[in-house]
């Protein structure tokens, strides 16, 4: 067939277009699996969301060394929640419906990922958190079975809590909650596994958001001459509480979530105010050569910190190598294929491997069991693991890891 100078010349500048298109629409053409890295890198979880969206990245980058996912490089499209569920919901329409990604990994906070789960569901397509919010696990949140959970959920965290108050001594706890999925579910999972071990809690209170003032709500628990006090809290609350909590001259102990209690609190409230706080928080399966890898990802992208100092940035890592092992072991993008393949992947038995290629290479053989950074990531009946958790003592403004809790 004959070729007119028109077609010719159309021809070429259709594809001078292409080449000087954006890189988001050359990539479409090459077939690749989009994920969307839904992390917080501003608002409460900004002490995170940027490493953790670093180790999507970082992740996808050593997938596609590899040779992709069953042929498929993958592309990250990142956006920042805000730790805001309104502005994580816009972020994510865009992810959706813009964007076409075949899966969102990353938020952080159960109002984000409670908030964003409806739509991912909507979209069949699979989700994956780092949020504590029992309601998560359970329909109408995970009536598809499409979202995962990689960190403890808040009623394991309230059983460690509990645990450690055991350990510590106390008698007499009292708890404080933010107003939220998250605070109220890390208080209440306490109660509920302090109550089984006879135990009684003399005070409860759950306080509002954004408040410049939390005098009260301390006054009200402290009236009940508790001996600790749990809390379910976010830095910016816990910094006030504890502000007024040292000016009122009281000798409570106090046990908190490792988000709350960081070095950023002591940072804002100074090292003798905290002096004794036990700080508790999930910890990343540090023996495992798969949490090496990150561990040297982490530092190279984060200015030599520590990978220790971002768990959730290892559950991120792990995230991007569950969903391309599962598509390699699949040999497809469709999402029932892939969410089929997740827990074959992780849960044993199979060979045990602890990278992507390992991993790549051992599916050519049989099945794998994945052991991942940030834990040896067996997913239940609902998709959540269980963690094993750090204790933390604030002294001296430094948190010394003193013992691990296993639940």
């Not at 969410?339 to 602890?354: D, H, M, S, Y």
């Not at 990531?377 to 959540?384: A, C, R, S, T, V």
Request: hydrophobic share 40%; aromatic share 8%.
């Amino acid at each position: 067939m004959s070729t007119t100078r028109r077609q010719f010349v159309g021809t070429l500048g259709a594809a001078a277009g292409l080449v000087a298109a954006p890189s988001i629409l050359r990539a479409q053409t090459a077939e690749t699996f989009r994920i969307g890295a839904l992390c917080p890198v501003t608002g409460a979880g900004s002490p995170f969301g940027s490493g953790m969206q670093k180790m999507i990245s970082a992740a996808a980058e050593i997938v596609n060394a590899a040779g992709g996912a069953a042929g498929r490089k993958l592309e990250i499209v990142p956006e920042d929640t805000q730790t805001s569920p309104q502005a994580a919901v816009l972020a994510a329409k865009k992810l959706i419906d813009v964007n076409k990604v075949r899966a969102v990994m990353g938020t952080w906070s159960s109002g984000v990922s409670l908030a964003v789960v409806p739509l991912t569901n909507d979209a069949n397509i699979i989700m994956m958190n780092t949020s504590g919010a029992p309601a998560l696990s359970v329909p109408p949140a995970n009536a598809k079975g499409l979202s995962y959970r990689y960190q403890a959920t808040n009623d394991r965290f309230g059983r460690a809590f509990a645990e450690i108050a055991t350990k510590e001594g106390f008698k007499r706890p009292a708890m404080m909650a933010f107003n939220n999925a998250s605070g109220i579910g890390n208080t209440e999972g306490f109660r509920k596994a302090w109550e089984a071990k006879g135990g009684k809690v003399v005070e409860s209170v759950v306080y509002e958001p954004n408040q410049t003032s939390y005098r009260s709500e301390l006054q009200k628990v402290l009236a009940a001459n508790p001996d600790v006090i749990v809390t379910g809290s976010y830095l910016a609350d816990t910094t006030i509480i504890m502000r007024e909590w040292f000016q009122s001259g009281a000798q409570t102990k106090w046990i908190m979530p490792g988000w709350a209690a960081s070095p950023d609190l002591v940072k804002a409230v100074g090292p003798d105010v905290l002096e004794g706080v036990i700080s508790v928080d999930s910890i990343s399966n540090e023996n495992a050569p798969s949490y090496k890898a990150y561990d040297e990802a982490y530092r190279k992208a984060m200015g030599g910190q520590p990978g220790q100092s971002n768990v959730y940035a290892a559950m991120t890592w792990d995230m991007v190598h569950v969903i391309a092992l599962a598509i390699e072991a699949a040999n497809s993008t469709e999402t029932a294929a892939i969410n089929a393949k997740i827990r074959e992947i992780a849960n044993p038995p199979g060979t045990q491997v602890f990278s992507y290629a390992d991993g790549k290479a051992a599916l050519k053989q049989g099945k794998i069991n994945y052991e991942g950074a940030s834990s040896v990531l067996d997913f239940d009946q609902y998709g959540d693991v269980t963690p094993d958790f750090g204790v933390f003592f604030i002294e001296g403004g430094k948190l010394n890891r003193k013992y691990v809790v296993k639940i």
